[in-house]
């Protein structure tokens, strides 16, 4: 089992920054693809980027150039630093981890809402 906390939503202006982490426990040595996903008012969830035990940093055009993923070696702590943010970014953030060495599965938190003002 993993368990994913996620903080660091709020308001903030256009053109500002935030940064978001989740805490990850339980059974992390399972865990290999991390990400973030988001849903805005009236949208479905979508992909906003990933980090994979090859190292690869994988984002959605929308947010590419902006927004950087990372995590630490022990897959405790997944962020995501954003800049430049814009009233397009507002959705809940919710974090994600898939166990592929383990018993398998996929599992998410209960998302942080961050809310752009123009």
């Known amino acids: 089992q993993v368990q994913l906390v996620e903080s660091g939503g709020g308001l903030v202006q256009a053109g500002g920054s935030l940064r978001l982490s989740c805490a990850a426990s339980?059974?992390?040595?399972?865990?290999?693809?991390m990400g973030w996903y988001r849903q805005g008012p009236g949208k479905e969830r979508e992909l906003v980027a990933t980090?994979?035990?090859?190292?690869?940093?994988n984002y959605a055009a929308s947010v590419k150039g902006r927004f950087t993923i990372s995590r630490d070696d022990a897959k405790t702590t997944l962020s995501v630093q954003m800049n430049s943010l814009k009233p397009e970014d507002t959705a809940v953030y919710f974090c994600?981890?898939?166990?592929?060495?383990?018993?398998?599965?996929?599992?998410w938190g209960k998302g942080t809402l961050v809310t752009v003002s123009s």
């Open positions: 994600y981890a898939a166990d592929t060495y383990c018993y398998g599965g996929d599992y």
């Open positions: 339980g059974s992390t040595s399972c865990i290999s693809t």
């Open positions: 980090i994979t035990d090859a190292g690869d940093h």
